[in-house]
């Protein structure tokens, strides 16, 4: 079989479509420019602030379209890149002035849109108003930096905008360089926008309207995105790339023979099993990290019977099969979040262990305890996550029969999963999440608030949980270490206590690189940033 054939088969494009010119030996020169790079999903949307993004829709916002400010990067112990969590550069910003109670930012005078416009201070509050205004996550992720009133969006001049405070937030400054505040081309999206639409979110679904290094030129969802190098960028470096090619290979044993193969640069969020087996075999660069602020767990409905009583969800973290469900379904490669001496933690290290483990007879007397019997549940899972959570499902549903919970499971397709987790509708799911902004308080506002945002699948409102919430947040501002570290031991402590979502593991982000490419940075977004990638 002909590379070219054999690359149309394993994509599962239909018959008719070409293979992309560049395998051609005659375009040697630009393959240089050119990355193919395949993952097991692909994009439902271009524009993160649109209804129900998943997470592949991250990555084209990310590379697209330009924020204020952005991350340095840093060199870990392994040799390999990751942004700095705590140091931050302009990126369509020039300068940044952060005062008592506002921050000031410059613009880049060159900045132009991808359309030619030239960018300005009113597409950035437009860009901001529109954050806080479209609801659903966007909004809510806003929020968490304590940005949520338009008027704290001012135009100072043409190329000056200030963003005043509301109150101090030690989370405001980060939040300003996560992918929801991207800045847009008002004008163009004012022009698309119609009184049903006010926000433009059906144009910029599948169309950009940035000043990003990369511009979407061509997207088959469920097949590819192709991207093209913004050259008029004044964001950063410019990239060696210039084309971007992001194929949807749904098969991973097809995946694995493309990499393996030579065929693909890039393949992206490994599963386990295959970064264990290629990482001895040497062929390949594989590259690890752990996906900061993130955990795999068990999440349970605490509105309705019977996860609404806490020694059932109590008597489920003690059935669990913790160290199968690690050596199943990660092949070692990630860090135990069970185990620990006890559920009430002496430090504020996060993600941390719990003190549950497997112990049938226990759990077995937690249900006695609480008086709940005949149950039959559903377990849930993201089939676009099928790798890592099938198997835990199994493992749950037979551990679970052991202690007289019957379930079935349900496989959610992987572009429905978002909007199922919205409906708050599901009693037991199999859920990963990481927190953007890597701190504990920002993992529980958005997973245990009471505001019960779309990450908080448990919907788990308490009083005392939100008070420790606030207070932690309100200690970080003024620096008040005491306080700080009382309110996150208190507010871990309750969760594990409570258990209404029960951790199992904090998972590694795993990609594989053919041995010319260089630059791939970690992302607390865990999306592949293009702009720093070179390929030799």
């Not at 954050?131 to 190329?159: E, Y």
């Not at 260089?518 to 865990?526: A, D, Q």
């Amino acid at each position: 079989m002909k590379r070219r054939d054999f690359l149309k088969s394993v994509s599962g494009l239909a018959a008719s479509a070409a293979a992309p010119a560049i395998w051609s030996p005659a375009k040697a020169d630009a393959r240089s420019e050119t990355l193919l790079l395949i993952t097991e999903n692909g994009p439902n949307n271009l524009d993160i602030q649109g209804v129900g993004t998943n997470r592949p829709g991250y990555e084209a916002s990310w590379n697209c379209y330009d924020r204020l400010i952005s991350h340095e990067t840093k060199t870990l112990a392994d040799g390999s890149l990751s942004y700095d969590r705590d140091k931050f550069k302009p990126e369509l910003a020039e300068d940044m002035n952060v005062g008592d109670m506002s921050v000031t930012f410059k613009l880049k005078k060159q900045a132009k849109f991808q359309d030619g416009t030239p960018v300005k201070a009113q597409d950035v509050k437009w860009s901001l108003e529109r954050a806080i205004s479209v609801g659903g996550f966007p909004t809510v992720q806003m929020k968490a930096g304590s940005l949520v009133n338009k008027d704290q969006f001012v135009v100072v001049d043409d190329n000056t905008v200030r963003i005043d405070f509301i109150k101090k937030d030690h989370l405001t400054i980060p939040d300003l360089a996560v992918i929801v505040p991207g800045i847009y081309n008002s004008g163009l999206l004012k022009s698309k926008a119609s009184e049903k639409d006010p926000w433009a979110l059906e144009y910029t679904k599948s169309n950009t309207a940035g000043s990003g290094a990369y511009k979407v030129v061509s997207w088959k969802p469920g097949v590819e995105v192709v991207y093209e190098r913004n050259d008029a960028w004044v964001g950063g470096k410019m990239p060696k790339l210039k084309k971007i090619i992001w194929r949807t290979v749904p098969s991973q044993g097809n995946r694995r023979a493309l990499i393996e193969r030579g065929d693909a640069d890039i393949s992206f969020d490994l599963p386990s099993k295959d970064t264990a087996e290629m990482k001895k075999e040497g062929k390949l660069a594989i590259i690890s990290n752990p996906i900061g602020n993130g955990m795999y767990s068990v999440e349970l409905n605490v509105k309705n019977p019977p996860f609404n009583n806490e020694k059932v969800r109590q008597a489920v973290a003690y059935a669990l099969p913790y160290q199968k469900i690690m050596d199943a379904a990660m092949f070692g490669i990630a860090n135990p979040l069970f185990g620990g001496p006890s559920n009430h933690v002496t430090d504020i290290a996060w993600p941390t262990k719990t003190g549950y483990n497997t112990d049938i007879a226990k759990a077995k007397a937690l249900m006695a305890e609480s008086g709940v019997s005949g149950i039959e549940t559903t377990i849930s899972f993201d089939l676009g996550a099928g790798a890592v959570s099938e198997p835990i499902a199994v493992l749950v549903q037979e551990s679970l029969a052991q202690i007289g919970i019957k379930s079935v499971i349900n496989k959610v397709p992987g572009a429905n999963w978002r909007s199922e987790m919205a409906k708050k509708s599901m009693p037991l799911m199999i859920n990963f999440f990481s927190g953007w902004l890597d701190y504990p308080e920002y993992f529980f506002f958005w997973c245990y608030a009471g505001q019960n945002a779309i990450f908080n699948t448990p919907s788990y409102v308490d009083k005392d949980m939100d008070a420790m919430i606030d207070g932690a947040r309100a200690a970080a501002a003024i620096k008040d270490k005491a306080a700080y570290e009382k309110n996150v031991k208190g507010f871990i402590s309750k969760a594990y206590d409570e258990v209404p979502r029960i951790p199992l593991f904090q998972p590694y982000l795993n990609v594989a690189t053919q041995k010319n490419i260089s630059g791939y940075t970690y992302w607390f977004h865990r999306q592949v940033d293009y702009r720093s990638l070179v390929k030799g």
